[in-house]
């Protein structure tokens, strides 16, 4: 427990489960939006996924996460042929 505290003194602090499950969850789904994009030839569902995939990197606010790979989400479902 002693690392944990001075983790938090540097700054660090571990993301909570809401975070880590939004992650994992656009993570797959961006991976599956990223194979259609593949398959059909369609560049904005190709680039959705690597969207989907890489923004929870940049971004530290577990609401902002959940609000953007909800409209990324939204976005490539009206792609979706």
Same mark, same amino acid.
């Given at each position: 427990?002693?690392?944990?505290?001075? *983790?938090?003194?540097? =700054?660090?602090? +571990?993301?909570?489960?809401? #975070? !880590?499950?939004?992650?994992?969850?656009?993570?797959?789904?961006?991976?599956?939006?990223?194979?259609?994009?593949?398959?059909?030839?369609?560049?904005? *569902?190709?680039?959705? =996924?690597?969207? +989907?995939?890489?923004?929870? #990197? !940049?971004?530290?606010?577990?609401?902002?996460?959940?609000?953007?790979?909800?409209?990324?989400?939204?976005?490539?479902?009206?792609?979706?042929?």
């Amino acid at each position: 427990m002693n690392d944990l505290s001075s *983790l938090g003194a540097l =700054g660090l602090e +571990l993301p909570s489960p809401a #975070y !880590l499950s939004g992650s994992i969850l656009f993570g797959i789904i961006g991976y599956v939006v990223f194979r259609r994009g593949r398959k059909t030839s369609t560049p904005e *569902l190709t680039w959705t =996924g690597v969207a +989907l995939m890489l923004y929870p #990197y !940049l971004v530290s606010q577990t609401w902002l996460l959940w609000l953007l790979g909800a409209a990324m989400c939204g976005w490539a479902y009206t792609r979706w042929e």
